[in-house]
T-cell receptor, first 114, second 111 residues
């Protein structure tokens, strides 16, 4: 399995600020994804982070609010912009690897917005 | 519109007994299903999967059953152990390779 780390593991932020979450994988992967898990809810896909091109966003998520970078095959960032309390969630990155049918998830970043 | 549903938010089982977690889906085009287990403060970890060409897949204490006509899958854990206590998510993979998750079922296995 892939070893995936996320930074920060948790943060408490003020309304109106932005937070950038980093996801680092120990090996090159084809696909990287960002998910959100709001309190008591399921995991919802925010976007697919594409290496060398713009991320592909799911319905209900926009680049201005959740800009994503993926400068290489092992690293991606998700920024939560202009935060509000509704953005309080766990944010998870996951990766898809060749020859594996399942996605592997990072430990998550628990964000609380006051 | 919730395409993958886990209607039981929680389940409590005695150690040594069978745990059965259920999942329903609405899209008949889904062809691959996965179960993930999640402990608090950790990311989900893959548990077991099943392709739509099968109706059963077994891995040790874990068995997943798929009933395509009913659009229903279930995860059986037998015998259940206290360490199995976690939130279990079922997920379906769509044609784009993206995972759609259910809401999760919190399993508690009591000694």
């Amino acid at each position: 399995s892939a070893v995936i780390s996320q930074k920060p593991s948790r943060d408490i932020c003020q309304r109106g600020t932005s937070l950038t979450i980093q996801c680092q994988v120990d090996s090159q992967v084809t696909m990287m994804f960002w998910y959100r898990q709001q309190p008591g809810q399921s995991l919802t896909l925010i976007a697919t982070a594409n290496q060398g091109s713009e991320a592909t966003y799911e319905s209900g998520f926009v680049i201005d609010k959740f800009p994503i970078s993926r400068p290489n095959l092992t690293f991606s960032t998700l920024t939560v912009s202009n935060m509000s309390p509704e953005d309080s969630s766990i944010y998870l990155c996951s990766v898809d690897r060749v020859f594996y049918n399942e996605q592997f998830f990072g430990p998550g970043t628990r964000l609380t917005v006051l | 519109d919730q395409q993958v549903k886990q209607n039981s938010p929680s389940l409590s089982v005695q150690e040594g007994r069978i745990s059965i977690l259920n999942c329903d889906y609405t899209n008949s085009m889904f062809d691959y299903f996965l179960w993930y287990k999640k402990y608090p403060a950790e990311g989900p970890t893959f548990l077991i999967s099943i392709s739509s060409i099968k109706d059963k897949n077994e891995d040790g204490r874990f068995t997943v059953f798929l009933n395509k006509s009913a659009k229903h899958l279930s995860l059986h854990i037998v015998p259940s152990q206290p360490g199995d206590s976690a939130v279990y998510f079922c997920a379906a993979e769509n044609q784009g390779g993206k995972l759609i998750f259910g809401q999760g079922t919190e399993l508690s296995v009591k000694p």
